[in-house]
């Protein structure tokens, strides 16, 4: 047996627990959906290619890039393969590092993506005062009830907002004058719009907002009901209540967006996308 031989066999070894899969022109490994600890390298979703589909090619062309949030590094991958000259990607889950340089190593790219240590409680603090060309990222965006155990990439807070939040505070000073902020997420809102993401962007963001939509969200009840079923940390009665407060704060739908900023006059502005559902 060849040394390759050896190699061919002990990456289908471990890999036949993993998920490949394609993307445009490259590969990702994750973990598969059934996965159940709190480590889970997220596989894909429509949001990535939505994200990937948005990116701005004449912005990010020998951009340096910063995303918060590596996971499986497909973002990363996709933001070189578009023509970034580097990307800087911060991560706090160790064993999606792991994965995220895999993927890396998978596709040719070592030396234009560095993955370095995100700060759970100032996810700014391993940046500071650095401004970069391109900033992405695919937060953690699920609703998620308070006091409760909950995937890594997924958990922020009652509307999956909280991590949005906390990006729209500092994104602007970390864009060069001419740079671009893109991130994708869920939001809440009504059957028209995510009304919850557009208020949290008329607080923070002083530039140009441009929220592209997927045109069929989905009812914010039956949301909850795909996220939390068969979860053994999350209980009926917690879901029941989200849906309450839900109610009561006029959320009815769950929307796919991709948010653009750029520095620039106070504006927002939603458009439609394509479908990715």
Same mark, same amino acid.
């Given at each position: 047996?060849? %040394?390759?031989?050896?190699?061919?066999?002990?990456? /289908?070894?471990?890999?036949?627990? %993993?998920?490949?899969?394609?993307?445009?022109?490259? $590969?990702?490994?994750?973990?598969?959906?059934?996965?159940? #600890?709190?480590?889970?390298?997220?596989? $894909?979703?429509? /949001?990535?290619?939505?994200? $990937?589909? /948005?990116?701005?090619?004449?912005?990010?062309?020998?951009? /340096?890039?910063? #995303?918060?949030?590596? +996971?499986?590094?497909? $973002?990363?991958? +996709?933001?070189? %393969?578009?023509?970034?000259?580097?990307?800087?990607?911060? #991560?706090?889950?160790?064993?999606? %590092?792991?994965?995220? +340089?895999?993927?890396?190593m998978l596709n040719g790219l070592e030396g234009q993506i560095e993955i370095a240590d995100g700060d759970r409680h100032d996810i700014w603090k391993p940046v500071a005062g650095k401004q970069f060309d391109y900033l992405i990222s695919n937060p953690p965006f699920e609703p998620t009830p308070p006091d409760t155990e909950y995937f890594l990439h997924s958990a922020s807070g009652l509307y999956g907002l909280d991590f949005v939040e906390t990006l729209f505070r500092e994104l602007d000073d970390h864009l060069f004058e001419k740079g671009h902020g893109q991130i994708v997420t869920g939001a809440p809102g009504n059957e028209k719009e995510p009304f919850m993401l557009l208020d949290l962007a008329n607080q923070y963001l002083p530039g140009i907002t441009t929220v592209k939509v997927e045109p069929d969200p989905l009812p914010y009840d039956e949301a909850l009901e795909e996220l939390f079923t068969g979860m053994d940390t999350i209980t009926v009665a917690q879901v029941e209540n989200m849906k309450e407060q839900a109610k009561k704060e006029g959320v009815s739908h769950w929307h796919l967006c991709v948010l653009h900023y750029e520095k620039g006059p106070k504006t927002i502005k939603v458009q439609p996308s394509i479908p990715y559902f």
């Open positions: 047996m060849t %040394k390759m031989d050896v190699v061919n066999s002990m990456l /289908e070894k471990a890999l036949q627990d %993993k998920k490949i899969s394609r993307i445009n022109d490259f $590969l990702v490994i994750t973990d598969k959906a059934d996965y159940p #600890e709190m480590d889970q390298v997220i596989p $894909l979703f429509p /949001e990535q290619q939505f994200f $990937l589909d /948005e990116i701005v090619v004449d912005k990010i062309n020998g951009a /340096e890039v910063l #995303e918060i949030g590596v +996971g499986s590094g497909v $973002l990363s991958i +996709g933001a070189i %393969k578009a023509g970034a000259k580097r990307v800087t990607a911060l #991560e706090i889950n160790p064993r999606a %590092k792991i994965f995220a +340089g895999f993927n890396i």
